[in-house]
């Protein structure tokens, strides 16, 4: 078993920057991909970005490219997500996932509780 526990959200102003962190324990491993999903309301859970085990591969939603950048520090066992330039529509909770690359959320099988960002206009 892999827990994720993410942490990092709150209220910004739109325009700022958030960094989202990440961190797996239990069986972890730096071999497993990982993905960061957001969920805002009364919407389905969608793919924001993910990354392979070396950190070499990176894919992103086209909503987010550009402006959001997914890292990993496997000696940290965490992974993260620089958001900058946020918008309103960027407002969701955000789940980190592991063991799992592309960008449905079936592909992953493990899960934080996530972790809220609010942005205001």
């Known amino acids: 078993q892999v827990q994720l526990v993410e942490s990092g959200g709150g209220l910004v102003q739109a325009g700022g920057s958030l960094r989202l962190s990440c961190a797996a324990s239990?069986?972890?491993?730096?071999?497993?991909?990982m993905g960061w999903f957001r969920q805002a309301p009364e919407k389905e859970r969608e793919f924001v970005a993910a990354?392979?085990?070396?950190?070499?591969?990176?894919s992103y939603a086209d909503s987010v490219k550009g402006r959001f950048t997914i890292s990993r520090d496997n000696a940290k066992n965490t992974v993260y997500l620089q958001m900058n330039s946020l918008k309103p529509e960027d407002t969701a909770v955000y789940y980190c996932?592991?063991?799992?690359?592309?960008?449905?959320?079936?592909?992953?099988?493990?899960w934080g509780q996530g972790t809220q960002v609010t942005v205001s206009s």
């Open positions: 996932a592991a063991k799992g690359l592309g960008g449905a959320p079936y592909e992953y099988d493990y």
């Open positions: 990354i392979s085990w070396s950190g070499h591969r990176t």
């Open positions: 239990g069986r972890t491993s730096s071999s497993y991909g």
